[in-house]
């Protein structure tokens, strides 16, 4: 897991934080690996410890620490690199005003709030017809950043509360910026 999260953090995720598919992902990759392991450890225990005092355990042992070398290689950089490749994939995106437009209130509640890109998508874009002035007024933009999650998106207004119950919404804890304490 640790792996997963430095990777995710390498690729742009403050703090290698994992959303609810990325768990599920790695979940998979980590239950796949716990079979290799099983099998490795069962073979250690079967097949190189019992030749512990005779001539042949060096062979034996130096052919275990080969299969682990390949696991490190294979297992935990795959795992590693992932995490680089899912946090490029749905990185952080940062609500930004942009230009001297107007801003409604939709815009004035995400901007500076940071959120995974799935995570706008499902709720709320810039120039989008959720925002209240309707989208064609928005001046706003989406912006990749290195700030860890911010805010919610429930908080923020939408244009009609019809609109707003076609969407997904996940339960997002994250802390104000400005409170400090869970949204």
Sequence with gaps: MNAFRNGLEEGGVPGGEMDDT????LALEIKAERGYWTALSNDMYRNVLPLRDTDQFDAARDAMLSRIELWVNKGLRR???LGQLYAKLNGLQEWIYSGDKKHCESCDYAQGQV???REWLKIITPKSTQCICGGYRCGCTLSPTDKPPSGSLLAIPLASIKSHENHVHLPIESKSVSEGVAV
């Design 22 to 25: 990325e768990r599920e992902m």
């Design 115 to 117: 959120h995974r890109a």
């Design 79 to 81: 795992i590693h690199e």
